[in-house]
């Protein structure tokens, strides 16, 4: 399977495609060429079919890998996308935009959890949603549904999505070997962890001052809950950066130089990335093997909807590559 | 037609006419007040708007900037489903205002999406900058609808005082000239006729 992703060198050349046009036909010379014939996509159609691509790959790869493995995967990329699907149909009842607009944005895949997504765009309101949400693993969201609406905000129900994501991966994540299991904490940590400086950060430049409530991190890893008080309170970014060490001093560093927050989320890719395939040198078979195909495919479908974007409204290419992993990678 | 086909060499007129032109020529008096005024107030808002357009858009092409980041990091999708968290809620007031009888729009921010802590922090910031720019825009087009208005205003004034100093004023003077020529050369005509009667009479008691 690995022959199905994109040589680095193609990306890099579609990164440096002079026009959308252009981008377009150097992609339609790739395996996702005949997805794209007889149709000129804009890069909203496009983000669909790298992310169906995406999915079927995933769906193939699961299947074929041992079952500690393929339970671990699919709570892991299925679960997160079916996530990313409630919490966009919940912005959209939360906004009260029209059902068709919501179901426009979701990522085409089968629901994970037995969840229908039909249903969940036909309720009325939130409250009607999480209502919807009763009988699924997702139910302990209406406990926060109160003060979501109390306050007229929406990140307690996200980060409560967050939290029952990351209990539902820590069952599956047990029953593989501790190799391998070393590996996905060390994605999934930094990930979070990374996640909650921004969070924090975030909170710094929003709530001067303020103390954050403690369900704003989902999930205390190797940052401390003390780091992220002080972060969100206004303390010197770089102090507090400075004091964390590697990985984290290097992900967050464009916090520093040019306060780039999207930056920040291409390092940790590229991190993730870099963690995924050291593995892969290390035991070229077996859960090494496929997560670093899974997350090669992951990140070549991120990769892929910015270029699709970026040459649709002629960004150029430096800023694209600036924002992209894999284009950057190529020799 | 002359200025003078209407006019009545009479005494009653003449009053009547010094009476029109020093309202006239108050009213002229106020009108240049009413111009200087608007003339100042223009002024004013001149200077607010100097260069503030050209600052607005390089700011603009900043945030554009970054909007251009978080749909590259996010993609738009994602993007989209985001700005979805924040209620649509922008509401303005425009109320009438009004300088020496100008109206003019004043513009009021009655209530504004509240962005704190809803978005990804990708795209918070750009969000933050984007409303504060918004609100400026606001401001400005308020600004240049007021000068707008106040210039059209002024324009409009300056010709009156043109119009009264140069066309109105002159003319009524001429009337007047052309009753008090006539009341003078009546009154001599007057005198003279009196004078010759009073001469005849003379004689013929001699």
């Known amino acids: ?331 | 037609m002359s200025v003078l086909s209407g006019a009545r060499p009479t005494k009653g007129y003449l009053i009547d006419m010094k009476k029109r032109i020093s309202f006239v020529e108050r009213g002229c008096e106020f009108l240049k007040l009413k111009r200087d005024h608007l003339a100042k107030e223009l002024s004013i808002s001149l200077e607010v708007l100097r260069g503030r357009r050209d600052r607005i858009n390089e700011r603009l092409k900043k945030v554009y900037e970054d909007v251009v980041t978080a749909y590259l990091a996010l993609g738009p999708l994602e993007v989209r489903s985001q700005t979805n968290s924040i209620k649509k809620n922008f509401e303005i007031d425009a109320l009438p205002k009004s300088v020496m009888g100008v109206l003019y729009p004043s513009i009021r921010v009655v209530s504004k999406p509240k962005i704190e802590g809803k978005l990804d922090p990708v795209i918070s910031t750009v969000a933050a900058q984007m409303m504060e720019i918004f609100e400026e825009i606001i401001n400005l087009a308020e600004f240049e609808a007021r000068a707008e208005r106040i210039a059209d205003e002024l324009g409009k004034t300056n010709r009156k005082v043109n119009a009264l100093e140069n066309i109105v004023i002159p003319s009524y003077r001429e009337v007047i000239k052309f009753i008090e020529d006539k009341l003078d050369e009546e009154s001599l005509e007057e005198l003279v006729r009196t004078k010759l009667i009073g001469g005849v009479i003379a004689r013929r008691r001699e």
């Open chain 1, 1 to 331: 399977m690995r022959a199905e992703l994109l040589k680095l060198e193609t990306i890099k050349a579609l990164a440096e495609a002079k026009d959308f046009e252009e981008f377009l036909k150097i992609l339609s010379e790739t395996p996702y060429g005949e997805k794209l014939s007889g149709m000129t996509p804009s890069a909203v159609d496009l983000e669909r079919i790298f992310n169906q691509t995406f999915i079927k790959r995933l769906e193939s790869v699961i299947e074929g890998a041992p079952k500690e493995i393929s339970d671990f995967l699919n709570a892991y990329y299925y679960m997160e996308l079916e996530i990313r699907n409630l919490k966009k149909i919940m912005r959209g009842k939360f906004s009260k935009m029209p059902s068709e607009w919501i179901d426009r944005s979701l990522i085409p895949m089968r629901p994970y959890l037995s969840i229908e997504f039909e249903k969940l765009l036909a309720a009325a309101t939130l409250g009607d949603l999480v209502v919807a949400l009763e009988t699924t693993i997702y139910a302990p969201v209406r406990e926060v549904l109160k003060i979501c609406e109390e306050y007229d905000i929406l990140w307690p129900l996200e980060s409560w999505l967050d939290n029952i994501y990351i209990n539902s991966i820590e069952v599956p994540l047990m029953r593989l070997i501790p190799e391998d299991k070393a590996i996905v904490k060390e994605v999934l940590q930094t990930r979070i962890d990374v996640e909650n400086l921004l969070a924090a950060y975030n909170w710094s430049r929003e709530f001067k001052g303020q103390t954050p409530p403690v369900e704003l991190f989902t999930r205390i890893y190797k940052v401390s809950q003390e780091t992220l008080r002080k972060l969100s309170e206004g303390a010197n970014t770089k102090e507090v950066l400075q004091g964390l060490g590697s990985p984290y001093s290097e992900i967050l560093a464009p916090l520093l130089k040019e306060e780039d927050t999207a930056l920040v989320r291409k390092n940790l890719l590229t991190y993730i990335y870099s963690v995924a395939e050291r593995s892969r040198i290390v035991k070229d078979f077996s859960f090494p093997c496929i997560f670093s195909l899974l997350v090669s495919f992951d990140i070549e479908k991120d990769d892929l909807v910015s270029l699709a974007w970026g040459k649709e409204q002629g960004v150029a290419p430096e800023k694209i590559m600036k924002y992209t992993v894999l284009p950057n990678l190529a020799k």
